[in-house]
């Protein structure tokens, strides 16, 4: 069974740096997107990033620029690297996992960790 954990989350100044970490457990085919959305307060999930196994990325207008997702693949692991936050990211970032087997698609979600940019 696939199992995402999130770490790194907490309180930031603005201008300042977090590094969010999604650890996966389980396996899952050869062709998979893995990725962070972010839900602020009263505000939709939307996408911030997100990176496929063939390495393409993607981003947010909102975080271009400022935040960058890699993957460890040794370690199962994608980090999301987010510089220069703004207020305005303050939001629950979830970790994302979607898929592809040949039978259709699979979605899971890690539990989510809390960005809080304030001074």
């Known amino acids: 069974q696939v199992q995402l954990v999130e770490s790194g989350g907490g309180l930031v100044q603005p201008g300042g740096s977090l590094r969010l970490s999604c650890a996966r457990s389980g396996s899952i085919s050869s062709t998979w997107t893995m990725g962070w959305y972010r839900q602020g307060p009263g505000k939709q999930r939307v996408l911030a990033a997100h990176i496929t196994s063939g390495g393409v990325t993607n981003y947010a207008d909102s975080v271009k620029g400022r935040f960058t997702i890699s993957r460890d693949d040794a370690k199962n692991t994608v980090h999301l690297q987010m510089n220069s936050l703004k207020p305005e990211d303050t939001a629950v970032y979830y970790c994302?996992?979607?898929?592809?087997?040949?039978?259709?698609?699979?979605?899971?979600w890690g539990q989510g960790t809390q960005v809080t940019v304030s001074s």
């Open positions: 994302n996992l979607r898929d592809k087997l040949v039978i259709g698609m699979y979605e899971y």
